[in-house]
C-alpha cells in the first residue's frame, strides 16, 4: 500500500498520508488515530470519510453546499433500496434532519440507507476514544441523531456496495452505463467492440506491484 501511494503521488502530483493501524479500531477508531493528520493545515474545519468498497457519482460539491447550509456537525449520504431489510435504515424529518437509525428491520420502515460517504466538521473527532475499536454507526451516530446535530444527504443516481464479487461485476456496469449517458469519451469504441466497454492499461509501479 505504502508503495502504491508513492506512486499515485508522483502520477497525480497529490501528496497522501498513511494513518496506520496496530490493531483494528473499527469504524471510528481510525478517524480518532488521525486527529492530527486531519486537522493539521485543515482551514475548512471539514474532512470527508468514504468507505472504500461504494461506487457512485459522489456529488462532493453539492454535499458541501448541503452541510455548510444546515450547519450541524455531520452529514450522511443516504441512498434508496429495493430490499432496505439488508442495512441499517435512516429515518429523518423533511428538510433531511436525521432522528434515528434502525439495524436490518424486519418490516418496512423506510428506504433509505447509509451510503458511506460522509463529512464532519474536525469536533466529531473528539467524540472517539484514542486506541479503542468503536463503530461510528452504532455509537457514534445515534448520540449525534439524540442531539440533532446529523443530517441526512439524498444521494441521486446509480449507487453500489461493491463488497461481494457479484456486486462488483454489476456495479462495474452501473458505472459504464452512467458514463455512456453522460461522459462516453473513456468509453472504448471499435468495429469489434459491442456495448459499454471500460479498458484499463496496469502500469507496473514496482517489482512487488502490477
Avoid at 433509505?112 to 474536525?122: E, M, P, R, V
Amino acid at each position: 500500500m505504502k508503495e502504491f501511494m508513492i506512486y499515485c503521488e508522483e502520477k497525480y502530483k497529490i501528496s497522501m498520508k498513511l494513518s496506520l493501524e496496530k490493531f483494528p479500531l473499527g469504524t471510528a477508531g481510525p478517524i480518532r488515530l488521525a486527529k492530527e493528520l486531519i486537522k493539521k493545515n485543515n482551514e475548512s474545519g471539514l474532512f470527508f470519510v468514504f468507505n472504500s468498497d461504494i461506487i457512485c457519482k459522489f456529488p462532493l460539491q453539492n454535499l458541501i453546499n448541503f452541510h455548510k447550509h444546515h450547519q450541524r456537525e455531520g452529514t450522511i449520504c443516504v441512498t434508496r433500496v429495493k430490499d432496505p431489510s439488508r442495512y441499517g435504515v435512516i429515518l429523518t424529518d423533511e428538510k433531511g434532519l436525521i432522528k434515528d437509525f434502525i439495524e436490518k428491520p424486519k418490516e418496512f420502515i423506510a428506504d433509505k440507507i447509509n451510503a458511506g460517504i460522509y463529512l464532519f466538521n474536525t469536533s466529531i473527532i473528539d467524540r472517539i476514544e484514542l486506541n479503542v475499536k468503536t463503530s461510528i454507526e452504532r455509537k457514534i451516530f445515534p448520540i449525534m441523531a439524540q442531539e440533532k446535530q446529523i443530517y441526512a444527504f439524498d444521494l441521486e443516481g446509480f449507487w453500489k456496495d461493491l463488497g461481494k464479487p457479484a456486486d462488483f461485476i454489476s456495479g462495474l456496469c452501473d458505472l459504464m452505463t452512467y458514463m455512456r449517458e453522460h461522459d462516453s469519451s473513456k468509453l472504448a469504441e471499435g468495429d469489434n467492440i459491442k456495448g459499454n466497454v471500460l479498458i484499463v492499461i496496469i502500469e507496473n509501479t514496482s517489482s512487488h506491484l502490477t
